[in-house]
């Protein structure tokens, strides 16, 4: 196991010294035509087809709105559906581009996969689902009982520290991909299935009886989930970044897809500098004045997405709460463009 985990992180390295030495990133994308962006294949409102293969969901749209900035084009998106355990091989050998695939930013990723987290996309917490019929209210009422999850993540790893703490013994039940797993709880096979919130809020959806189904209102863990870059590769890694800032900061200017044509004449400093019509903040990243302008024409500001992938007004009926802006009583801010 240690020879295998050592060659892992030394492929990692490698891969990043060699991005570092090479043309870069953001210039291989340009000259490909198409960023290549790793996703999730199956998470309703993040990352899945619809039955025509059209691509739907909170990190998809981070997807296109890359691809806005550096093409005014979000179409020109390729998306490479993976699986857990899969993901961040695909990133570290160069697969795709980007990873936007509701993947928890730990320390351990950061510092021996060779990435780079580039933000929070969307701020969740591990819960767990159960029957109805089980008559349990908590998840302290869960001694003894199999769970349901996906191996690989890190909610394996917050399922054995959660049970432990309580001294509550638990067998895992433990699977490669979200479909199986939830196969399994559906099959009667665990008492419980675990994952992100928002995870357990989609997959109840895909049920057969989802209102026999509720979530326990204990959250385990943080769990900030975002897009992530190999590591050596510091422009790419700034384009990245900012234009998730760059979705914050519009709602926070009160931008929209709607009025940002508008707003180009606006007189507010701030704005004309997002907007890309006062100073020069394309060039130092390598794109053109109007990438962030091109962002918000072409996908819309970060509460739109939110409303329109996960949204109250989504079949997952999920509260802004801690993804709200900052001065609206979340915890979501960027940096100002200046």
């Known amino acids: ?60 749209d981070f997807c296109r709105a890359v691809a806005s900035a550096i093409f005014n084009d979000p179409t020109k998106v390729k998306f490479v559906p993976l699986n857990a355990k899969e993901r961040f091989t695909a990133l570290q050998s160069g697969e795709i581009d980007l990873l ?12 021996s996969l060779g ?26 009422e869960l001694s003894g009982a199999k769970v349901c999850t ?49 995870g357990l809020y989609a997959e109840r959806l895909k049920l057969q009886s989802p ?5 326990l209102p ?16 510091d422009k790419w890694f700034t384009v990245v970044k900012w234009t998730l800032f760059a979705l ?18 606006s007189d507010n400093p701030e704005i004309k500098r997002f907007v890309g019509v006062e100073g020069d903040f394309g060039s130092a990243i390598g794109l053109t004045n109007d990438w962030a302008y091109n962002v918000i024409k072409d996908v819309g500001n970060y509460g739109e997405l939110f409303d329109a992938n996960v949204g109250p007004s989504t079949k997952l009926g999920i509260a802004r709460g801690l993804n709200n802006l900052w001065s609206k009583g979340g915890i979501q801010y960027a940096p100002p463009i200046r």
């Open 115 to 140: 990435l780079m987290f580039a933000g929070v996309t969307y701020y969740d917490g591990q819960g767990f689902m159960v029957r109805k019929s089980l008559g349990v209210s908590s998840a302290l």
């Open 1 to 60: 196991m240690k020879k295998l985990i050592a060659s892992i992180v030394a492929g990692a390295a490698m891969v990043a010294g060699a991005s570092a030495a090479g043309a870069g990133t953001l210039e291989d994308v340009k000259a490909r035509g198409v960023l290549q962006c790793g996703v999730n294949p199956s998470l309703i409102g993040f990352g899945a087809p619809d039955e025509k293969g059209e691509w739907s969901g909170l990190d998809v």
């Open 248 to 265: 914050l900061n519009a709602e926070e200017l009160g931008l929209t897809k709607a009025n940002i044509d508008e707003k180009k004449t």
């Open 218 to 233: 204990e959250i385990i863990s943080k769990e900030p989930l975002g897009p992530a870059v190999r590591q050596g590769d």
């Open 211 to 215: 209102d026999e189904h509720m979530i």
């Open 100 to 111: 936007s695939r509701n993947t928890t930013w730990t320390m351990s990723r950061d510092s």
């Open 150 to 198: 996906q191996t690989g993540t890190t909610t394996e790893l917050n399922l054995a520290d959660y049970f432990r703490s309580h001294n509550m013994p638990y067998e895992v039940v433990a699977f490669e991909k979200n479909e199986e797993v939830l196969q399994a709880y559906e099959a009667g096979r665990c008492d419980a299935y675990t994952t992100d919130a928002s």
